[in-house]
Structures are given as C-alpha cells and as structure tokens.
C-alpha cells in the first residue's frame, strides 16, 4: 500500500520526542505499511545523529520515520553534503555508490591537513583530500560525530587505541551516509600509539592498472586479497605499463604468473603513488599483482 502523507501542525510533546523545534519540522502521520532503510541521519548545526526510516521526498522536503512510529518532514537542505547525496540517489531509485577514488594524491603536502586537542558537539565533515588529527586522550570527541565522504579523508585519534576506537567511537561516525561499520565500510588500525580510521571498505579498489604510459589506455581497477593472474588480468595481462596504488596499501607486481621472475613491491604508505611507467623486464610484462593493506 502507498504511503499516505498528511501534514497537520503539531506542537512539540513527549510522544513526538523526536521534533526539533529549531529545525521547524512539520510532523506528519504515517501510514501502515512497514519501511525499511533506517538509518542515522544527521543535519547541519545538530551534533547527535537521529535514527529514523526514510518514507520519502516531496516538494523539497524528506520525510523520516522515527522509532516513536510517528512521521516528519525535514527540510533538504537541513541535511549534511553527505546525507544529501545519499537521499538524492534514493530519490533516484539509486544504491547510495560509495565514493570512488579521486585524482591520485600523490605528495604529503597535497592533504589538508588540521590538527586539534579535542572536538565537542560537533558535526565534522571529512572529505577529499582531508587529514584530522585529534591528540586528546580519553574521550576527546564527546558529542561529536564524523561525516566521511571521500576515501581520501582520514581520521587520526593519535592516542586512542584500535580497540578503544572500535568499540567506543565507531557509532560516532558514518561512510557515505551509512553507519560505519568495522570491516565493512571502515578499515580502523594501528598509527604510532594512537588509530587511523581508513573509510575504505574490504572490496575498495586500492590499485587501477592502465594500458598505456602515464595512466593511458585501457583502465581496471584492482582488489586486495586476489591473485590477479593471467585469468583475472584478462585482456591486461602482460600489457600493463603504469598504475595507481592508494595510500594505505602495497602491491607485488611480477612477470611471472607465479608470481616469479621479474618482480617489484611498491608500498603507499603517506600518500598515493602513481607510477607513469614501469621498469624493464615488468613493462608489457606483468602477469602477476597481489595487493595487501598496509597499515
């Protein structure tokens, strides 16, 4: 059954805890039919997501259904960049895609780089290019959550471990306008004594391979954890001559499909490398790439 949205004033009241005055959100009654895409959902100057279930858009506004099964209308433009590229695919009829690689990073100074103590209350967008090193210890992100809306943008807590920002931090933060989920859309490890927090997930294309000299020719984005042989190279084997490796990865490149012979470990670990030409022997010769995680 469609959902039928009527659109009656109600004031703010304990059974409607989910209205946000300073938003001026219209509450709606929702409908009988079950929804599906929860989610949290953050807005610009609100710090604390909002879980709810996206009913729909209509005449420039989004409406949610909250957990207290009463429904409300949003303004778009109240949303985040990145919950709004989110709903623009759905109002599509669209998967929300992750974000693919940008153009190659290719030097430490090409990051922005922002290094602060603590960050309170804040919604914090990590896009392109971004490197935000928070030093505090403890909880020094109390009220904060993180936007990633780029696989170039990072996330340094410089002295929280791993495992202390896996299982207190991660509800804080969202890849894509998604929960991050440990290993699913988020890589978390290990950086000096403290953790970067990677928005990659395990299927993120670390490697692309061209055909011609200086990224030229024909294009194929690789995968960690696959032998990439003469089978899974097809039409690229032995015609590759350069590539782009991400930050945050190493690649073995051999001429042999074995992976012997001829051979070359590149490892990005500060910044993308892009090779614009191979060396002799691995030239029009590669018939063998593996890629790992580095950090």
Same mark, same amino acid.
């Given at each position: 059954?469609?959902?039928?949205?009527?659109?009656?004033?109600?004031?703010?009241?304990?059974?409607?805890?989910?209205?946000?005055?300073?938003?001026?959100?219209?509450?709606?009654?929702?409908?009988?039919?079950?929804?599906?895409?929860?989610?949290?959902? !953050?807005? *610009? /100057?609100? $710090?604390?997501?909002?879980?709810?279930?996206?009913?729909?858009?209509? %005449? =420039?506004?989004?409406? #949610?259904?909250?957990?207290?099964?009463?429904?409300?209308?949003?303004?778009?433009?109240?949303?985040?960049?990145?919950?709004?590229?989110?709903?623009?695919?759905?109002?599509?009829?669209?998967?929300?895609?992750?974000?693919?690689?940008?153009?190659?990073?290719?030097?430490?100074?090409?990051?922005?780089?922002?290094?602060?103590?603590?960050?309170?209350?804040?919604?914090?967008?990590?896009?392109?290019?971004?490197?935000?090193?928070? !030093?505090? *210890? /403890?909880? $020094?992100?109390?009220?904060?959550?993180?936007?990633?809306?780029?696989? %170039? =943008?990072?996330?340094? #807590?410089?002295?929280?471990?791993?495992?202390?920002?896996?299982?207190?931090?991660?509800?804080?933060?969202?890849?894509?306008?998604?929960r991050a989920?440990?290993?699913?859309?988020?890589?978390?490890?290990?950086?000096?004594?403290?953790?970067?927090?990677?928005?990659?997930?395990?299927d993120f294309?670390?490697?692309?391979?061209y055909g011609?000299?200086?990224?030229?020719?024909?294009?194929?984005?690789?995968?960690?954890?696959?032998?990439?042989?003469?089978?899974?190279?097809?039409?690229?084997?032995?015609?590759?001559?350069?590539?782009?490796?991400?930050?945050?990865?190493?690649?073995?490149?051999?001429?042999?499909?074995?992976?012997?012979?001829?051979?070359?470990?590149?490892?990005?670990?500060?910044?993308?490398?892009?090779?614009?030409?191979?060396?002799?022997?691995?030239?029009?010769?590669?018939?063998?790439?593996?890629?790992?995680?580095?950090?």
């Amino acid at each position: 059954m469609k959902n039928k949205i009527l659109k009656p004033s109600v004031k703010h009241s304990p059974e409607t805890p989910w209205f946000f005055p300073s938003l001026a959100v219209a509450i709606l009654l929702v409908s009988d039919s079950p929804l599906a895409l929860a989610r949290p959902w !953050t807005f *610009t /100057g609100i $710090p604390q997501p909002l879980e709810a279930e996206f009913v729909g858009m209509k %005449d =420039g506004g989004v409406v #949610l259904q909250g957990p207290n099964g009463k429904s409300f209308e949003l303004p778009f433009a109240n949303f985040t960049p990145a919950d709004q590229r989110y709903l623009t695919a759905l109002a599509a009829g669209e998967t929300p895609p992750a974000e693919a690689p940008g153009k190659p990073i290719t030097t430490r100074t090409g990051y922005k780089v922002k290094k602060v103590e603590t960050l309170a209350n804040e919604v914090v967008p990590v896009d392109g290019g971004t490197e935000l090193h928070i !030093t505090g *210890t /403890g909880d $020094p992100i109390v009220g904060s959550t993180f936007d990633f809306s780029s696989p %170039d =943008g990072w996330l340094f #807590l410089d002295n929280i471990a791993p495992s202390a920002v896996a299982s207190k931090f991660l509800n804080r933060m969202r890849v894509n306008g998604s929960r991050a989920v440990l290993n699913t859309n988020v890589r978390v490890v290990q950086y000096g004594t403290g953790s970067a927090v990677i928005p990659h997930a395990p299927d993120f294309s670390a490697m692309t391979i061209y055909g011609g000299k200086s990224l030229s020719g024909e294009a194929k984005a690789l995968k960690c954890f696959v032998d990439y042989n003469d089978a899974k190279l097809g039409a690229m084997k032995s015609s590759i001559s350069s590539f782009v490796l991400k930050r945050g990865y190493m690649a073995t490149l051999a001429q042999q499909e074995n992976g012997t012979g001829v051979s070359r470990n590149y490892v990005a670990q500060d910044h993308d490398i892009e090779v614009t030409a191979l060396p002799k022997g691995l030239d029009a010769g590669v018939r063998f790439i593996r890629i790992f995680p580095w950090r």
